[in-house]
């Protein structure tokens, strides 16, 4: 069984109607850029299902930018070499999403702690809190800040799940879910 | 004093910080340079400091953090004011920018 984290309501899974993202970990390389370049084409893909240049179309081009982004800067910061594959769809007025990736295990266990002291509490509060103790210590690196800006000030519920590696000492199998209302 | 790249630029006119583009860089040192620059403004300890941020389309929360962590810097000297002015027609500003009158609510936030 995964361990799951956050609004488990939201973890499921990505079927007919999906749209699939694979950045591969090639010889390229996947780069900081490469964020903002897939967050900008699925904010650009999913703001055409409003009337091009009206206020709506606007609002969901940037928050669908703004969630995917923030998500995959996390994936390509902690990430165990692999690919990132991401999974879209709107359903209901709501767009979802999921971020799969690999990490290693100290660094699941480091995110876990993470999680686990992001439940329970108001994440608006949450969020100013950290930011005082961020400002207070500058070797707190600001970690949970983008998790806690998304859901603060964009409604946006997040789940995590993950998997234990099938051999020892292997990474682990992480998925970010997130859903974003549209309305 | 400026700093420009092909997404963003930076620049002072007395103690205005002119703020333009997409900013997404990749964490707390990345940003340093800006922070540099910010407290540059700071240190020449104007009555007023006004962060322009009407040209800003994105700004990421590491970002947002570098305008918090500065916002704390200005409510340090009490006899420092301090003005944002913003855009409603960019979602992220906002949603996000009325957090900093919560760490400092004698800012004053202005929307354009």
Known sequence: MPQQFG??????????????????????????????????????????LSTQGSIEANEIRHNVTYLVNEILENALKFKAPGDIVIDTLVEDGRFRLRIANLISEEGALRFQEVLSGLQGRDPSDLLIERIERNAADPTETGSGLGLLTLMSDYGVQLGWDFRKPAEENGPVQLGTYAVLSLA | MEIKTTEYRIWVEDAVIHYEGTMRLSGTEAYQPIMELMHNVLNSEPEEITLDLVGLDFLNSSGINLLARFTIEVRKQKSMAILVKGSTR???QSKSLPNLRKLHPSLQLNFV
């Open chain 1, 7 to 48: 609004n488990t309501d939201v973890i499921r899974t990505f079927g007919d109607g999906s749209l699939r993202l694979r950045l591969f970990d090639g010889p390229l390389g996947l780069a900081w850029k490469h964020c903002g370049i897939t967050s900008d084409f699925l904010g650009d893909i999913y703001s055409a």
């Open chain 2, 90 to 92: 960019i979602p992220w």
